[in-house]
């Protein structure tokens, strides 16, 4: 039986003989259904419609996508301890599994929030890996697998470094990934959302939909972020990147959000 994948949000469903009758995340107000309907695909037919391209950010960080679906890019982070996939696409090929397989394969994976679970499950299984989630989103598990391991509190450390920190916000365990290589690199996905002039973040409960956080929730993620020292954020598409003096924007990017939402002058 198949195992259909959303084509507006990327998610795989358990094996069905007929496509699921509606996507439960883009049924949720944080995604949205296209107009054209809810349509389906499986990874045979994605394997035939779309290709994986890569693009090396710095020695060790490779941002991996096809532009399908949400259209985030996934990263696979090299450290000498083992390589770490960061946030997921759907899209997973035979070229890509021996690309990565070349490069050392995949220790773990880490997402940030449910939007990118996508095939999650094919990639546990193709790396023989688990994959890292927050519990506090655990019920957006659409394809349960032993592979997938829950974490709690604040952060998890994996090893050489890299720190996941649950910063909430867009979800209740939104996560972020710190890495303390080059001054610190942050892989935010959309929870800190690098924006359009990549000189600012911003936090959204729904992107699609333009729902804002509170000024508590963001004041909660610049308290998470608080303890790390970083330089660099990589957001979730493939050119929303801020190289350098990140820590700063990340500062001054939650004092421009909280004066926004609460309405200061000059907003
Ligand atoms: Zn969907
Ligand atoms: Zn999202």
Known sequence: ?????????????PASDKPPVQCAICEEERQYVPERGQTWTTLEALAQSHRNGFRQYRPGVLGIGAGFAIGQRALLLQTAGGNVLWDCVATLDAA????IKALGGIKAIAISH?????TMVEWARAFDCPVHLNAADKDWIMRPDPAIQLWDGDTLE????VTLIRCGGHFPGGTVLHWGRDKGI?????ILTVVADRKWLSFMR???NLIPLSAREVERIGAAMAPFAFDAI???YFDRVIETGAKQVLETSVARYVAAINGARGY
């Open 1 to 13: 039986m198949p195992l259909y994948i959303c084509t507006a949000c990327g998610t795989q469903y």
């Open 96 to 99: 890509t599994v021996t690309a």
């Open 114 to 118: 449910p939007h990118f679970y996508t």
């Open 158 to 161: 994996l090893w050489d470094g």
């Open 186 to 190: 942050v892989c935010a996905g959309d």
């Open 206 to 208: 729904s992107y699609p």
């Open 234 to 236: 990589y957001g979730h």
